[in-house]
């Protein structure tokens, strides 16, 4: 099985000149205190990406907004690029903790058709997610809009297809195959701009985007099971 290697994340290309930026934070804090102020620039920088948008944030004004001194942020983040990389890793943290969730709720010891049957509750979970947290959209257009961070998002979205074909083939008792990873690498895709519009979409209700997206989606993984010789109800 090849699976796409993963990039290393410390450096990435810029967005402008070629010139390189670090995304990693420089410490992740283990006293409360430190927690606290951490979490207080993450939270900073969700409230001025709505407020601001990415143009105009800076660890200027993200310091001034989390009430601490610039030096003290450059204590955890370098620049603001990894203080938004922090966010999107945050952000799609959540996501995957909300497929393993529905996983254990609905999937778990269940007859290996359940998985189509609640592919709906699977974005609804995500969705819940990402409009629970503060910037969520707008984090995920930080991360389709930076240069750094779309290499980033690319590869979060390598690992969440690999759970998601691991889930699946251990579901239906198949092997984990360079061609299942890239049809879970398509399935994520597909969940994943189905949640964005869910979230940003005002002719249609939320409810109705997730479950035509749900619907397409559905249609997409049976017709992958049934290519792999698995006979599945179709319930189009």
């Known amino acids: 099985m090849a699976i796409e290697p993963e990039q290393d994340l410390q450096q990435a290309a810029a967005p402008r000149g070629g010139k390189q930026v670090e995304l990693l934070e420089k410490n ?13 620039i993450l939270e900073a920088a969700s409230e001025l990406l709505i407020e601001v948008g990415l143009e105009r944030i800076s660890t200027n004004l993200i310091a001034e907004r989390a009430g ?17 990389n922090a966010l999107g890793a945050r952000l799609m943290d959540r996501q995957n903790a909300a497929m393993f969730q529905w996983h254990d709720r609905y999937i778990a010891g269940q ?9 709906y ?16 959209v707008q984090i995920m257009h930080v991360l389709a809009s930076i240069a750094p961070l779309q290499q980033v998002q690319n590869d979060s979205h390598w690992q969440t297809s690999e759970l998601l074909a691991r889930l699946w083939t251990n579901q239906f008792g198949v ?22 519009m869910a ?8 409810e109705l985007t997730l479950r035509e997206g749900a619907r397409a989606l559905r249609l997409y993984l049976e ?7 698995i006979e599945v109800e179709n319930r189009a």
């Open 223 to 229: 017709a992958v099971m049934r290519e792999a010789g």
């Open 28 to 40: 992740r804090p283990q006293q409360a205190r430190a927690i606290r102020t951490y979490e207080g």
């Open 111 to 119: 007859p290996p058709e359940r998985v189509f049957e609640c592919i």
């Open 175 to 196: 092997d984990l195959t360079d061609t299942v990873l890239k049809q879970a690498r398509v399935a994520v895709d597909i969940g994943y701009s189905t949640i964005q």
């Open 121 to 136: 509750e699977l974005l609804v979970g995500q969705y819940q997610e990402t409009a629970d947290l503060t910037g969520g």
């Open 68 to 84: 601490i001194t610039v030096p003290a942020l450059y204590r955890y983040f370098p620049n603001k690029y990894s203080v938004l």
């Open 199 to 206: 979230l940003e979409e005002t002719k249609m209700t939320p």
